[in-house]
């Protein structure tokens, strides 16, 4: 088993899409020996959120998503690498291809989604394949997924 101090870094955001990418990246950070860094990014802007949650809202239940995802691919697992937690505010492409520096590999999940959106938005996980600053690894979208309606 080869080490190296450079982290795997995997975005997640609470779907069963990115759950696969964090339990993958787990298998791979035990493997490599090397540090895992789980990061979800989010958004609030005061006056542009139709929700009423303040920003210090929004950062903790980041956190708590980020705690509840590691707690769980983290479950029956005999071997884990050292995990670091980040929740960061920001646009969830721009915050993945920032924390890909100096990163060993960003891993992602790709995403179903209404294809408009797709087009107008774009795609975060695209985005980390044009411009990360690692190599990416980005986990594909199964059947169920595919088959569940845009919401």
């Known amino acids: 088993?080869?080490?190296?101090?450079?982290?795997?870094?995997v975005g997640i955001d609470g779907t069963p899409a990115s759950s696969r990418a964090?339990?993958?990246?787990?298998?791979?950070?035990?493997?490599?020996?090397?540090?895992?860094h789980v990061v979800n990014a989010w958004a609030h802007e005061a006056l542009a959120d139709w929700t009423e949650t303040t920003a210090q809202q929004a950062q903790a239940e980041s956190e708590a998503l980020v705690e509840y995802a590691v707690q769980t691919a983290s479950a029956?697992?005999?071997?884990?690498?050292v995990i670091v937690r980040e929740s960061r505010r920001g646009?969830?492409?721009?915050?993945?291809?920032?924390?890909?520096?100096?990163?060993?590999?960003?891993?992602?999940?790709?995403?179903?989604?209404?294809?408009?959106?797709?087009?107008?938005?774009?795609?975060?996980?695209m985005h980390c394949v044009r411009h990360a600053h690692?190599?990416?690894?980005?986990?594909?979208?199964?059947?169920?997924?595919?088959a569940e309606p845009a919401r």
């Open 22 to 36: 964090l339990h993958w990246a787990l298998d791979e950070a035990v493997v490599r020996g090397c540090p895992l």
């Open 76 to 81: 029956g697992r005999a071997e884990l690498p």
């Open 134 to 146: 690692a190599p990416i690894v980005v986990i594909p979208v199964d059947d169920r997924e595919h």
């Open 91 to 125: 646009n969830a492409a721009e915050v993945l291809e920032r924390v890909s520096e100096g990163a060993a590999m960003l891993v992602v999940a790709s995403h179903t989604g209404h294809r408009l959106r797709q087009i107008v938005l774009g795609s975060t996980s």
């Open 1 to 9: 088993m080869s080490t190296t101090t450079k982290p795997i870094v």
